[in-house]
């Protein structure tokens, strides 16, 4: 894109009345929950047969779709302040996929695995905090609304989304 056209762009963006900033806002928002929301389909399938692997994958879909869309829109000064706590997430997915290999070799061997209840403890930790974490990406959209109105019906339907999150892992 040509530097005259992107300067035009952006003076276009400037001058936009603050009631249309919403409406684009809110529209991008609403099919950004949609497409989470086939992403938690997806999440209640795999927990309902105790897949953890896959729950994790679609949980990382999930955060890696989310996470796209924070800092394209806003930039990623964002999401600056949840980098640790994601690396964090990150590295405990590590974990949790480790001590799934010793569970699937001790069940191969027919040996007794004493591993398993920690699976279990680290799967619902790592479930506390993905929703933690997507909690508080969803919350950066909050400050971005010109409309107090507008701003609640995200803050309502990003809660929605986190407690269907936590149900369904």
């Known amino acids: 894109m040509k530097f005259q056209k992107f300067s035009e762009q952006l003076e276009g963006f400037r001058n936009v009345d603050p009631n249309v900033r919403d409406q684009r806002l809110e529209s991008d928002c609403l099919r950004l ?3 989470l929301q086939v992403h938690l389909e997806t999440l209640g399938a795999k927990s309902s ?3 953890t692997n896959g729950a994790l994958e679609t949980g990382k879909e999930l955060l890696v779709e ?18 640790t706590r ?9 974990e949790l ?37 997507l909690r508080d ?14 701003a609640a019906e995200w803050q309502s339907s990003s809660r929605i ?3 269907d999150f936590r149900q369904r892992w």
């Open 33 to 35: 929950l949609s497409r």
């Open 49 to 51: 047969q105790d897949d």
């Open 66 to 83: 989310l996470l796209d869309f924070v800092t394209v829109r806003f930039g990623d000064k964002a999401v600056t302040s949840d980098l």
């Open 86 to 94: 994601i690396c964090e997430l990150r590295d405990s997915m590590r």
């Open 97 to 133: 996929k480790r001590l799934l290999g010793r569970i699937f070799w001790a069940k191969l061997f027919r040996v007794e695995s004493s591993h398993n209840e920690f699976r279990i403890q680290a799967y619902r930790q790592i479930g506390h905090d993905f929703a933690d974490v």
């Open 137 to 150: 990406l969803l919350s950066v959209v909050d400050g971005h609304f010109n409309s107090r109105e507008k």
């Open 161 to 163: 989304l986190i407690e």
